[in-house]
């Protein structure tokens, strides 16, 4: 079987095409594909298959051929994944797979996305996020109030206060939440302001940790949902938020009420064969 491997700002990805929906993928075989020493290591695997050949995708087979079959590492399912979608979309366009690259209908667990290419970049017409309700994150003896925020997965956004620097933090061990809250677990959001780049953008940098992943490079959606809030404590109904995360940066921009991008670059590094 080919593969290829494929990341968004270092958040990677085993991709693997499966057009008539023939693998039955197990939580395993997830885990042995995404791990570091005795796999091919990855955040985790895209599985590429027609919406019509897949069954979570089949019902959005009107409006996007392919489906993104999305696994975090450990081999569960999650809804959604933004820097997911990028990739998977650079895997389309790479391999002939759409034609129209200005508008390229991605179906997901959390409905079609829209993503566009431009160059290097990618940029994603996301599902709007839903900020909804207060809730904290632990780390050790640190308790860090936050925000949660439905982008399709579930997102808990944490501003550090106290002038707290991300590199101090440590995210070797999972965050602590309220189960209540989050019943299906949670991406854990760590934010702290940064230097402005221009006079209209908010500028933020950030870590989290992924539900099923660990501490990932960047999250995509959680970018997203670190905006929705940064734009919300501004007290913006609109705007533009670069965010700068361990792997590089990506924005956010909201331009009209239900209108949330995703953007930033996504790129195929190599190809392979599983033996
Ligand atoms: N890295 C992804 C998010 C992947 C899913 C997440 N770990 C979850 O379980 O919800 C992104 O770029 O959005």
Redesign the pocket.
Known sequence: MQFTKGH?TG?DFVIIEDADGALDLTAEQVAALCHRRFGIGA??VLRVVRAAKDAAGAAMAADAEWFMD?R?SDG?I???????VRVFTRYLVTHSLVSNIADIPVATRAGVVRAVVEGDQIRVHMRSPSLYAAGTATTGPLTFPGVAVDCG??HLVCNLHDGLALDSLDLHLAPGFDKALFPS?V?VEFVVPAEPLDETDLHVAMRVY????GE?L?????ALAVGAVALRDAGLATGTVTVDLPGGRLTVTHDSADRWWLAGPAVLVATGELI
Do not use: H, I
């Open positions: 968004g958040n955040d985790g999305y975090n569960s999650a809804e959604m994944c933004g820097n997911g997965n579930p677990g991406n992924e539900r099923g992943s990932t960047s999250c995509g959606s959680g």
